[in-house]
């Protein structure tokens, strides 16, 4: 196998990885105000994230420079063509983070609840854009025969890509929900599993059409195939929360998320970014990558750093795997707000 298609198989992989694990954190923000009834409810949401989202950017951190070191010409064409949503989502991104450091700071209700607002929209904003972005990607997107984006902003909202984000927002929330039922006990657990199970009918109307119109527009046998089992594996979730088994609930919804990408990027293949003017000003896996030296070294390193950065985030959930109950949750340590002024 030629280290193009090695590498775009890892950017692959690096991208699922990335929707698995920020996937169930941007649920659990969107659903922030649905199963936080009052402050401790949401601090405990909040803590069931708390050691591992930040985590889980690494794997976008990882995937974006990967694009940039093994296909400079996709990242370039990328990054000027959907300049503004990126912006949108790294600047939706940048506050959230910034939220989950800075809403317990001050005993005040009204600076909390901006912080929250903060949290929810840069949960939701960023699990609507991936979707519309990556919709395009499959899709197409008029690039000249030099490879540049020759289309303007509300080229990227088109029907398909549309849809394509209102199924990484349905299936985020839903794998959310699926998280904070497994991750939390008590009254909070009960909430999101009943949540779970009545979000698992939607999104299987959402992200099956989405799944089959990317088929149906390809006819690609490897498509065809990952979008059935990654709608097999959405019924299975369904089952599952509807049945209160969390744990098999997740690891479906997982599946789900993972194989739903992998049928992206297998319908894309050989291309990493078609042209709708013209096939032959397509962006390909040869016309995009790199020199075959530099992706040797890549390769070399991945294959250095790779366990010991798997082996740490596992050691990571291993660590915080025991459910969470409000009766965890400790009193505030906040800074009185006339000391702030």
Known sequence: MELTTI???????????????????????????????????????????????????????VAGGATFAAFPEWYATLFSGFYLPLLIILVALILRGVAFEYRGKIDDGRWRR??????????????????????????????????EYVGGFLDLLNPYALLGGLTTLTLFTLHGAVFL????????????GRLAATLGVPAIVV??????????????????VLS?????ALAGAVVAARLRREGWAFLATGTTVVLATFALFVTLFPNVMPSTIDPAFSLTVDNASSTPYTLRVMTWVALAFTPIVL?????????????????HIPPAVVVPARETA
């Open 7 to 61: 590498w775009f198989a890892l950017i692959a992989i690096l991208w699922a990885g990335y929707f698995l694990l920020e996937g169930f954190d941007f649920g659990v923000g969107i659903l922030l105000p649905v199963l936080g009834r009052d402050d401790r409810e949401r601090r405990l949401l909040i803590n069931t994230i708390g050691p591992v989202w930040d985590g889980n950017e690494v794997w976008l951190l």
């Open 114 to 147: 901006r912080w929250d607002l903060c949290i929810i929209g840069g949960s939701l904003v960023p699990a609507v854009l991936w979707g519309v972005a990556f919709g395009n990607i499959v899709r197409g997107v008029p690039l000249n025969a030099e490879h």
């Open 181 to 192: 039922a497994l991750k939390t006990d008590g009254e909070v657990r009960h909430r999101a």
């Open 207 to 224: 992200a099956g059409g989405f799944l089959l119109w990317t088929a149906l527009a390809h006819h690609d046998v490897g498509g065809w």
């Open 228 to 232: 059935g089992l990654a709608a097999l």
């Open 311 to 327: 082996g740490y985030q596992g050691w990571t959930y291993w660590v915080f795997r025991k459910r969470l109950t409000v009766e």
